[in-house]
């Protein structure tokens, strides 16, 4: 079971080196990050973006670009299309968002033509190590759907579950997340919560245990949740937080980021290959956390 980033970097060290394409990389923790895993042996970066910007950036940082592909594209939606199609055309076997917006990588990833698309939802998983809990988890979906129904929930929690597996996470604790633990007619993420449980409980997701809802509290704290007279084996020792919402995890997303100084990865799953995929505003070391988590994926 996975229980640092540290051993995050190990696992990716003991895989092949994997080919990265990077869309918009003109971007100094970008190439940081990308040139610290370059060092590591674990990745062999194609850097799509403004060519001027990236050697500059590159020059500042002792990046040294003799032996890396550098595709020269100004345009950033035209550089996400070029490094989405060297993937799907697999001549990488990573995609990593740089310098763009989310929304726009992300329209390149869809396209019928040249995306990444398999008939999986495609959803976003950020793992999380802070101080205050005591395990490594996963909050899903922060970046990707916007307002996903039942079933679209049902099947985010497959791809986190997938991703828990991966890391030998066994038998995941997913809490589904809204404002109370109780379920109210007025809230639907608590009567979304009481149906995948229900559906969990049916067999109908498997490889977990689901329940819910739970507000953030009890789901995280065992004496909070106590407090409440909750019974379950879930509270208090949660490994994937489903989210009702982006807006929610979004805004947990960066709370854990930049108050509680959270250190995370994030990763796109259910495309044709691992999405390396964090906030631009998140460091060096997020990315370089979130690039192996991608190689330990391209390696499964
Ligand atoms: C957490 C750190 C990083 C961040 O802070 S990220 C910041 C916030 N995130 C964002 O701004 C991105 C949020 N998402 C979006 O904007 C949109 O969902 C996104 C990705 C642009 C897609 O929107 P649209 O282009 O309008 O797509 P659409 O809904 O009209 O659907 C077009 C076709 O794509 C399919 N699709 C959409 N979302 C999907 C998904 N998650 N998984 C699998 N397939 C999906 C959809 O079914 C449709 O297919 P078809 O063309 O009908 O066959």
Redesign the pocket.
């Known amino acids: 079971m996975l229980k640092s980033f540290e051993e995050l970097i190990d696992l990716a060290k003991s895989k092949e080196p994997k080919k990265i394409a990077v869309a918009v990389a003109e971007d100094k923790e970008v190439l940081g990050a990308v040139k610290a895993c370059k060092d590591l042996n674990i990745v062999d970066p194609i850097l799509v973006g403004d060519e001027s910007k990236i050697k500059k950036i590159a020059e500042e940082i002792g990046f040294d670009l003799s032996d890396v592909k550098v595709i020269d594209e100004k345009d950033g939606v035209e550089a996400s299309r070029i490094a989405t199609k060297l993937v799907n055309e697999e001549k990488a076997d990573i995609l990593m968002k740089g310098l763009i ?3 726009i990588i ?2 390149q990833v ?1 396209d ?1 033509e040249i995306g990444l ?1 398999t008939g ?5 998983v ?1 793992v999380f190590d802070v101080e205050t809990y005591h395990k490594i988890f996963f909050v899903t979906d ?5 307002s996903p129904n039942l079933e679209q929930k049902k099947e985010i929690i497959e791809n986190a579950v997938e991703l828990a597996h991966s890391l030998g996470i066994e038998n995941p604790k997913v809490a589904v997340i809204g404002a109370k633990e109780k379920v109210s007619p007025k809230m639907e993420a608590t009567i979304h919560a009481k149906e995948l449980t229900d559906m969990c409980k049916r067999g109908e997701i498997t490889g977990c245990i689901v329940e819910g809802p739970f507000a953030l509290d009890n789901a995280m704290s065992k004496e909070a949740a106590l407090h409440k007279g909750i019974d379950s084996t879930v509270a208090g020792d949660a490994d994937i937080l489903l989210v009702p919402n ?1 807006e929610a995890g ?1 805004v947990l ?1 960066k709370s854990l980021t930049i108050l509680a100084k959270a250190k995370t990865a ?1 990763i796109i799953l ?1 495309a044709k290959a691992p999405i390396v ?3 631009r505003a998140d460091d060096q070391e997020a990315k370089m956390h979130s690039i192996a988590l991608g190689v330990l994926l391209a390696s499964r």
């Open positions: 917006d989310t929304s992300m329209k869809l019928k698309r999986k939802i495609i959803s976003h950020a922060a970046a990707m759907n916007i982006i979004n997303y994030g259910g995929l964090t906030s």
